[in-house]
């Protein structure tokens, strides 16, 4: 039995009147910070600064939007992109000498690359197996195989950074195409492919459906099983592009890169309308929830605020923002128990 794509539409298109409160608060906040900041916060290179910074976070702030659209979370996002990193950069290490030719030094970051994407669905997958087959709860599925993606990186590395890339590969971290940085265009690309999934695929459908009732899901024909593991293949995917990403900006790979972001990436995505419960958000309201962040953070590092100032307020922040999207559910329930009653 195919799924009613009547009720597909209503589940995807549903009216978020969440996005025009976002659209709303990132005009103000890049306006107030324009003020405040003068000529600093939007200049060229507080603009490029940023552009560098952000698209491996969000990458992975997308790949945990996903994961909490279809109702679980990924926790081991991060170490997941660490560990695909490291075996990029042994790869990129061990395999180039002074006598490497021009056309095998490309065809060692393409193996290099295609190794880590490939590793990173591999453990998206192993994550969704856990979820789907053995029954564990998300997010202590993904909380296990966080230690033990990062246990394994760390006996690999013995704690150490591997570090030493050729620069065609540093290109993708630090080059730029006009005075945009190659990592910003990379980020969009991926960021539209990303929202097409979500919105016109049918796979993106059947997340949607998943996290909002994964019974109905069931009775509708949907495998909700398959469409889990594709669903962590897809943020580990995510999580293997971001370590490119990374490592390449960065110029080393190492167990521990990245941490700060998993907060965040929980933050942004339910700063942009992603219910916790899920089957509810956009990726353009992630989106937007990202700007917010990264203007949050160029605004603080113009300022001088220390790192430990900074998770103070992202913690603050997330329980601000869960807290009124949970009397702001509440309220809507109120009303709607009022109509029904009328």
Avoid: C
Wanted: aromatic residues 8%.
């Amino acid at each position: 039995m195919e799924v009613s794509s009547l009720s597909l539409n209503k589940t995807i298109k549903k009216i978020d009147s969440n996005m025009t409160i976002l659209v709303a608060v990132t005009f103000v906040l890049l306006t107030v910070l324009s003020i405040l900041l003068k000529g600093s916060f939007l200049s060229l290179r507080n603009f490029q600064s940023m552009a560098y910074q952000f698209p491996e976070f969000g990458l992975l702030a997308l790949a945990m939007g996903i994961a909490m659209i279809s109702g679980g979370i990924d926790l081991s996002v991060i170490a997941n992109a660490n560990l695909s990193g490291i075996i990029a950069a042994l790869i990129l290490t061990q395999n180039i000498t002074n006598e490497t030719t021009g056309n095998q030094l490309v065809l060692i970051i393409i193996l290099a690359i295609l190794t880590a994407l490939a590793l990173s669905a591999l453990l998206g997958m192993f994550n969704g197996f856990l979820i789907a087959y053995l029954g564990i709860p998300a997010i202590l599925a993904t909380l296990g195989t966080m230690l033990l993606f990062a246990g394994i990186g760390m006996a690999i590395t013995e704690g150490r950074g591997v570090v030493g890339f050729p620069l065609p590969f540093l290109y993708i971290g630090f080059g730029q195409l006009s005075i945009f940085p190659l990592p910003l265009i990379i980020f969009i690309i991926l960021a539209i492919f990303v929202g097409i999934i979500m919105s016109k695929s049918a796979l993106g459908q059947k997340i949607y459906l998943l996290g909002a009732n994964s019974i109905a899901a069931r009775f509708s024909g949907i495998e909700n099983n398959i469409i889990i593991i594709k669903t962590y293949m897809l943020t580990g995917f995510l999580a293997g592009l971001s370590s490119i990403l990374m490592i390449s900006r960065v110029n080393s790979a190492k167990i521990g890169y990245g941490d700060t972001y998993l907060l965040q990436a929980i933050l942004v995505v339910v700063l942009g309308g992603v219910d916790p419960a899920g089957g509810k958000g956009k990726i353009s309201g992630v989106i937007l929830g990202i700007i917010i962040l990264q203007s949050l953070q160029s605004a603080f590092t113009l300022f001088g605020f220390d790192p430990y100032s900074k998770r103070l307020i992202w913690g603050l922040m997330l329980l601000i923002v869960m807290i009124i999207n949970f009397i702001n559910s509440k309220h809507k329930e109120r009303i709607l128990r009022l109509k029904n009653i009328t």
